[in-house]
């Protein structure tokens, strides 16, 4: 079987070193990487609960993790549009035939989807009165972020 795991680029940013790991013990596997240059997650609970007030979310990051990845003696493949999954997959799987380790990016739209627990999450309750200007009465009525 084919050993893939997929994230997008803010954990990625935390996991990358793993490939080196991969290609030094041997270990052929896929990592997919999303591509959309915020923390994802972090971002879409500033979204709903915090009134667009993106802190620690945002990464501007100039560089290709397929790119590190190719430093790091993996293979590298981008995509960059949607026609280019199904080839960079097949792609991947071979080289993981032949025993390499590859990393997958691939570029996506800032879109958020929901959280996965979604039914954790309340609106924060400010209780200190000089941040009682920042609460939030209601959730975003978009769900998406405003710097699109």
Not at 48 to 67: C, H, K, M, T, V
Not at 92 to 118: C, H, W, Y
Request: with cysteine; net charge negative.
């Amino acid at each position: 079987g084919i050993n893939a795991e997929y994230g997008g680029d803010g954990a990625w940013g935390m996991q990358l070193n793993e490939v080196l790991t991969c290609v030094r013990e041997d270990i052929p596997t896929t990592a997919v990487v999303f591509n959309n240059g915020q923390w994802g997650a972090e971002k879409k609970n500033q979204v709903l609960w915090f009134g667009d007030r993106y802190i620690g979310s945002q990464l501007d990051n100039p560089w290709s993790y397929a790119e590190i990845a190719r430093t790091m003696h993996a293979e590298g493949i981008t995509c960059t549009h949607e026609d280019q999954i199904t080839d960079a997959i097949k792609q991947a799987n071979a080289n993981q035939k032949d025993g390499k380790t590859t990393v997958l990016e691939i570029m996506v739209s800032k879109e958020l989807g929901d959280p996965f627990r979604r039914d954790a999450m309340k609106l924060p309750v400010r209780h200190l009165a000089k941040y009682h200007t920042t609460c939030q009465q209601k959730e975003s009525a978009t769900g998406q972020p405003t710097d699109l």
